[in-house]
């Protein structure tokens, strides 16, 4: 019977380990753009790319649609959540909530290591935004979204950094859909300035700075409710 619980046990653990990687996979195409909200990802698609069996690519989808980063539909399958207006100005509502407190954890515990990291993060980050082309631009997106995560690993508060990383990801689907410029969804500049603030001791300057960064990325989003027309009047010139 300890034998069977035990091997039950490390299958349980095999499969939670492989639907972990799936998601966190899935989690980084979603954060770099490569897929689209709406996207469809069935169990059998998903178990063919990773080669792992549909139980398994279930178990990764449903993990994600916890996160709200996939919409399961009942007799249609799963696809990569597509936020509305409302979900969209809560995401970042959460983040002016969650951020500055980020910040601050992290500024207790920042080593002059840490803060190289962040610079280097920030040279990348430049680098990316000097080239042109589809795999410069969901790189320069990465890199943008690494310098939030980064400060929550710095923080030390591995809860917040898995919060940290679904609100990045559900950020990207955000700007994917509503976005109107092609700059860098989270300014470059102002990365700097909070670095900066954080070396400087400044921290109530540093929690301000990042407030203005958040509601600089918002301010780029159209979120106005459209009314939805009828066949006939979209086409109605």
Sequence with gaps: MKSAAKAQQAEDSTTD????????????????????????????????????????????????????????????????????????????????LVEPGILREAAARITPDDITHLRQLLLEEGRLMSERGQTARRAEIKASGDFHLTLAMISGNSIMQRFMEELVARSSLV??????????????????????????????????????????????????????????EAFEL
């Design 17 to 96: 380990t492989g639907a972990q990687q799936i998601r966190d996979a899935i989690r980084e195409a979603i954060v770099e753009r490569r897929l689209s909200p709406g996207t469809k990802l069935s169990e059998s698609d998903v178990g063919n790319l990773f080669n792992v069996s549909r139980t398994l690519a279930r178990a990764a989808l449903q993990a994600l649609s916890y996160e709200g980063l996939v919409s399961v539909e009942k007799n249609r399958g799963a696809f990569v959540a597509y936020p509305s207006p409302e979900e969209a100005r809560q995401i970042f509502s959460a983040r002016r």
């Design 175 to 232: 700007i994917a859909l509503y976005g109107q410029s092609t700059a860098s969804s989270c300014g470059h500049s102002e990365h700097g300035d909070i670095i900066s603030a954080i070396e400087a001791d400044e921290l109530d300057r540093a929690c301000q700075l990042m407030l203005h960064h958040i509601a600089h990325i918002e301010a780029d989003l159209d979120l106005r409710e459209r009314k939805s027309l009828g066949l006939k």
